[in-house]
């Protein structure tokens, strides 16, 4: 997977992505109906934000399977924390395969579970899903920016698999807005924030 800053040409594979995601209405506080005229506008923003997608080779062309916004959660003072929100493809959120390494986050598996997968690869693979990968080259894009924190203002209570994804990348829950997102079929539930530092960079 490769990530790079978004150009406008890009548009047309991130919204597929954008409304699939939306449409779901599990994740994302955009109503499901909203059109592609709002939608671009709402991610497509200009600096200081930064929009991403992360590409991924397939048989004869490369495809966008995510995309981030990035943006400074505060303005002066508190531009050097990041506000951060990524949507992945759906039809490829648990999509991946095992990467060789003995890291920090051996044997988790998709969004940061406990990997079922142990039988494929060498001894000390872990399970790298898409959504996952995504995840973490966004958070390597944004320290390589300057930010120093990142933080996910609206991390869906009722989602455990997401929650468990943050959790896995050092993201630690700082605060809960009760039934604070109208879940489509779960009805008002919470909203977390969570919050982490980023790996210091030279600039």
Same mark, same amino acid.
């Given at each position: ?13 991130i919204? *597929? ?12 506080? #955009?109503?499901p109906?909203?059109?592609? !005229?709002? +939608? ?13 997608? &992360?590409e991924?080779?397939? @048989? /004869?062309?490369?495809s966008?399977?995510a ?7 505060? @303005? ?7 506000? +951060?929100?990524?949507?992945?493809d759906?039809k490829?959120?648990? =999509? ?7 890291? &920090?986050?051996?044997g988790?598996? @998709?969004?940061?579970g ?6 494929? /690869? +060498?001894?000390?693979?872990?399970? !790298? ?8 080259? &966004? ?17 869906? +209570? %009722?989602?455990?698999?997401?929650? %468990? ?12 807005? *009760?039934a604070a997102?109208? =879940?489509? #079929? ?6 977390h ?8 960079? !030279? =600039?």
């Amino acid at each position: 997977m490769r990530t790079r800053r978004a150009s406008e040409e890009d548009w047309g594979a991130i919204w *597929p992505i954008w409304r699939a995601v939306v449409v779901e209405g599990e994740t994302c506080a #955009w109503t499901p109906d909203t059109d592609e !005229e709002v +939608a671009k506008s709402a991610w497509m923003l200009p600096p200081p934000a930064e929009v991403l997608v &992360m590409e991924e080779d397939g @048989p /004869g062309d490369t495809s966008i399977v995510a995309t981030a916004l990035l943006t400074p959660s505060q @303005p002066g003072l508190g531009d050097h924390v990041v506000q +951060a929100m990524l949507l992945v493809d759906p039809k490829r959120v648990d =999509h991946g395969a095992p990467r060789g390494g003995a890291g &920090m986050y051996r044997g988790y598996g @998709p969004y940061g579970g406990r990997s079922y997968y142990g039988g494929r /690869g +060498a001894e000390g693979d872990r399970w !790298e899903s898409v959504s996952r990968q995504a995840a973490e080259q &966004m958070i390597e894009y944004a320290a390589d920016l300057g930010y120093r924190a990142m933080q996910l203002n609206a991390v869906v +209570a %009722a989602n455990p698999r997401l929650v %468990a994804l943050w959790r896995s990348l050092a993201f630690r829950l700082v605060g809960t807005l *009760p039934a604070a997102f109208r =879940h489509p #079929w779960l009805g008002d539930v919470d909203l977390h924030v969570m919050y982490r530092f980023l790996p210091p960079r !030279e =600039h």
